[in-house]
């Protein structure tokens, strides 16, 4: 068998394993990458030369990227100004959630974006009374046609100007993407708009993801009563000033009491002198905190958030774990843990009233912790405790434009000027990127591993030598060979109906990034068996790879939307195929108008 034959059995087995469904995509990735070295179609090296290739470090760094941007609470400020300016309008809804979505999927990708603004949309849809299926799907397919707005929007984007680089010598620029993407977004957000309410369901899911965007009032509600929780900044000017830490409130009015003591940082004082800046945590009624604070000339802060929640510090609630280590200890409000950076606020056994003496825990008890936001990261990661929600998750929801999203944003427009003028190569730009993420804090070395998505990663790395051998082999050019052959003479715009079909078709029933794997190769040798300008061919494949929109398993950001609004199986294809003609008549029509078919 040669080589050829050997290289299309393979293709054709892997689209099968793709459809089917049944196997982990990454576990079919690998197996094609070790098909082809066992049959001697490829060499050890070129098996595994994709893990290596810099298309994966492209884009593993922009993940990082990513979950910087979402840390840093950037999500959270886009779907603040969502719920502030869209009213009650649904065409105004649409277009605003629409347009949001797709500008934070050009560059955190259509998973990330749909990933970070699904709840949000859906609590908007519950608090507007509308279907969440009426929205949903617009707003995943946004992210689509954001996705080809820039370069960083998908992995696909980066796979074409790869072969572009490689079959031409150059590339295509950052924001060139946008010739075809603005034009899909404005196109798809038109049809929502109009057609959406005739063709997408109108029902109502089983279930609705969890909104913490309230969750500090709840948790001052159910913890606190009609006691307010204050921060009282020292001034440098303060009495107080020297004075130790053990209680600084002693001669304070009854109905008042002290919580803790922190320094700016957050970090609550166990036994020292008080300092200026330092804050004083008060629980009591507002009036007497607010005399409190005018007779000792000490300044509130974060009134707003009533001090459980603010860009620096957070709470998370706790339950004690069956045979935990804390069971038969003594906690009161006030008490500062074992790390020394967090602080008890509140501690209730369940059917007990809340109090405010000490108490002794037992197993199923609740605690209220509060400290910096890293702090709680780190320290409720804990087997004696089991988090309610973590505060990873309360961050997100209800901190827009953390302490890390100016930095962020710097590091960002730094990445995007290095990869629109190519100042250096664009992994080296996003790995710079990533990495100020990390020195400056905005995501930890945790945050960044778990941001991988190495479903992706595998995929990308394992299937990187099925599209070299299709090429190496002269696979390629027998495909390319026959579809010249049938359509070839009819002229370049009926090769693109041919290339956009085959992609697209292929594009609902596997990844379309390992869509764009397979095909790439083939559309080259057909442009060069055509004599068309390989572009052209390339940003036809990144359209159709783009418009995987007919089925919930094209893409994870179709699936993760099918249950929170309900969706079935064959609510995709209504509203979908209308999408799905944009899509065509921009591949086949306009992509020529920016990118001549014929060649200089």
């Not at 009213?87 to 500008?103: D, E, F, K, Q, Y």
């Not at 094209?554 to 099918?562: D, G, R």
């Not at 995709?572 to 992509?591: C, H, Q």
């Amino acid at each position: 068998m040669t080589d050829i034959a050997i290289t299309v059995l393979v293709l054709v087995v892997a689209v099968a394993a793709f459809v089917w469904n049944r196997l982990p995509v990454e576990i079919v990735a690998l197996g094609v990458a070790l098909a082809l070295l066992g049959t001697g179609v490829i060499s050890m090296e070129e098996a595994f030369s994709g893990f290596g290739s810099a298309t994966v470090v492209l884009i593993a760094a922009l993940f990082v990227v990513a979950e910087a941007i979402d840390a840093a609470g950037i999500t959270t400020w886009l779907g603040g100004l969502l719920v502030r300016f869209a009213g009650t309008s649904r065409v105004r809804l649409v277009l605003l959630m629409m347009g949001i979505t797709a500008v934070l999927t050009a560059f955190i990708s259509v998973n990330g974006a749909v990933a970070a603004l699904l709840p949000m949309v859906v609590v908007l849809a519950v608090r507007l009374g509308r279907r969440p299926a009426q929205l949903l799907m617009p707003m995943a397919f946004a992210a689509h046609a954001g996705s080809l707005l820039v370069l960083t929007g998908s992995p696909v984007n980066i796979l074409i100007l790869n072969a572009a680089m490689e079959s031409t010598g150059h590339g295509i620029g950052f924001f060139e993407f946008g010739l075809v993407g603005f034009p899909l977004l404005v196109g798809t957000m038109g049809l929502a708009v109009w057609l959406g309410p005739k063709l997408l369901p109108d029902r109502s899911p089983d279930a609705l993801p969890k909104d913490l965007s309230s969750h500090g009032d709840t948790l001052m509600q159910h913890y606190l009563g009609d006691d307010q929780l204050t921060r009282l900044r020292i001034p440098p000017d303060s009495a107080l000033i020297g004075l130790p830490t053990v209680d600084p409130l002693a001669e304070h009015p009854a109905g008042l009491h002290l919580i803790s003591v922190q320094r700016p940082s957050g970090k609550p004082v166990r036994a020292d002198e008080l300092s200026a800046g330092d804050q004083i945590i008060v629980r009591g009624d507002q009036q007497l905190i607010n005399e409190f604070a005018t007779a000792h000339a000490l300044e509130q802060t974060d009134g707003a958030t009533c001090g459980l929640i603010s860009r620096s510090y957070g709470v998370a609630e706790v339950v004690v774990a069956p045979r935990s280590n804390l069971v038969g200890t003594v906690v009161y409000p006030g008490m500062i843990t074992a790390s020394g950076a967090l602080v008890v606020l509140a501690h209730q056994r369940p059917g007990d009233q809340l109090s405010r003496e000490r108490a002794t825990v037992a197993a199923g008890d609740m605690m209220l912790l509060q400290g910096a936001w890293s702090a709680l990261d780190k320290h409720t990661v804990d087997h004696d405790v089991m988090l309610v929600d973590s505060p990873d998750a309360i961050r997100r929801q209800t901190v827009p434009l953390g302490p890390g999203a100016v930095p962020a944003l710097i590091v960002l427009a730094a990445m995007v000027i290095m990869l629109s003028t190519s100042i250096v190569p664009a992994p080296v730009a996003a790995l710079l990127a990533a990495m100020a993420m990390v020195v400056l804090k905005v995501v930890t070395p945790a945050q960044a591993h778990r941001s991988m998505a190495w479903q992706t990663l595998i995929l990308v790395g394992a299937m990187i030598p099925l599209s070299s051998a299709i090429t190496t082999t002269g696979a390629a050019s027998m495909i390319a060979d026959g579809m010249v052959a049938v359509i070839g003479g009819s002229g370049p715009l009926l090769l693109l109906a041919g290339i956009f079909v085959v992609t697209a078709v292929l594009g609902q029933l596997i990844s379309n990034t390992a869509t764009a794997l397979i095909i790439i190769p083939i559309s080259l040798s057909v442009a060069a068996e055509a004599v068309i300008n390989p572009i052209t061919v390339l940003m036809c494949v990144a359209v159709a790879s783009s418009a995987a929109l007919l089925t919930p398993v094209s893409t994870p950001a179709n699936m993760m939307i099918m249950q929170p609004a309900g969706y079935r199986f064959g609510d995709y294809w209504k509203f979908g195929l209308a999408v799905m003609a944009l899509y065509a008549a921009v591949a086949i029509l306009l992509v020529p108008v920016f990118w001549p078919a014929h060649v200089l």
